[in-house]
């Protein structure tokens, strides 16, 4: 099932779901109400028009950039502001919260901002679709795990997919599903329970 990133989590505390799995960060926050199977390593970074005025992260500093809401993007982008922008003297980055990739992609091409920030494993797609007129800038400004997300109490569920991922790593699948997907620097040495960076 499709749906908004926001819903993700009350879809699967309410039973609409049975399990994510959608690119999402395992965070200390979240685990408080999920648990996790990680498997990605992931990050987060800006990307910007190739014409537009950023071309270095801290050139971010007092300007509007995009994020998803309910993202741990929102989060990481603030923090790097304290230290980035405020921490030297510079305006703070006005972080524009949007509902989706979709909205995102839209401000910066309407110029309602003039960057945006994503997981790493995310981007490749929008640039892709953008055709030459967007680019990556700089590194990514945050390191997190992405994990398939469960209720606490589905155990049964949670260790049986456990086991099967094992089983993939185990047998070269997951590293044919990188190198396919090009996800390479993305490769988590073996799937872990609930291994938040914070």
Same mark, same amino acid.
């Given at each position: 099932?499709? !749906? ?8 699967? &505390?309410?039973?609409? +779901? ?16 999920? /648990?996790? $199977? ?5 990050? /987060?970074?800006?990307? #910007?028009?190739?014409?537009? =005025? ?9 300007? %509007? +950039? ?7 993007? @929102? ?10 922008? +405020?921490? %030297? !003297?510079?305006?703070? @980055? ?6 989706? *990739? ?6 910066? %091409? ?11 494993? !995310? $981007? ?16 990514? $400004?945050?390191?997190?795990?992405? !994990? &398939?997300? *469960? ?9 049986? *997919? ?22 390479? =620097?993305? #490769?988590?040495?073996?799937?872990? *329970? ?5």
């Amino acid at each position: 099932e499709d !749906g908004q990133f926001s819903q993700m989590i009350p879809s699967l &505390i309410s039973k609409r +779901v049975d399990l994510i799995q959608s690119a999402m960060s395992d965070t200390k926050e979240r685990q408080a109400t999920v /648990d996790f $199977i990680d498997y990605l390593k992931s990050g /987060d970074q800006v990307y #910007a028009m190739t014409d537009g =005025p950023i071309n270095a992260v801290e050139d971010m500093c007092g300007q %509007k +950039v995009t994020v998803s809401q309910s993202t741990s993007t @929102v989060k990481v982008l603030g923090n790097w502001s304290e230290v980035n922008c +405020v921490g %030297k !003297g510079k305006p703070a @980055v006005d972080i524009v919260i949007d509902s989706s *990739f979709g909205q995102q992609i839209a401000n910066l %091409k309407q110029k309602r901002a003039v960057a945006a920030v994503n997981v790493l494993g !995310g $981007i490749g797609p929008i640039l892709d679709d953008a055709k030459g007129t967007m680019k990556l800038v700089g590194e990514p $400004i945050g390191a997190t795990y992405q !994990g &398939i997300a *469960f209720r606490k109490e589905d155990t049964q569920l949670r260790d049986a *997919f456990m086991w099967a991922l094992k089983r993939k790593y185990a047998d070269g699948t997951y590293e044919k599903l990188l190198q396919k997907w090009n996800l390479k =620097p993305a #490769a988590y040495p073996e799937p872990t *329970f609930n291994n938040a960076v914070e």
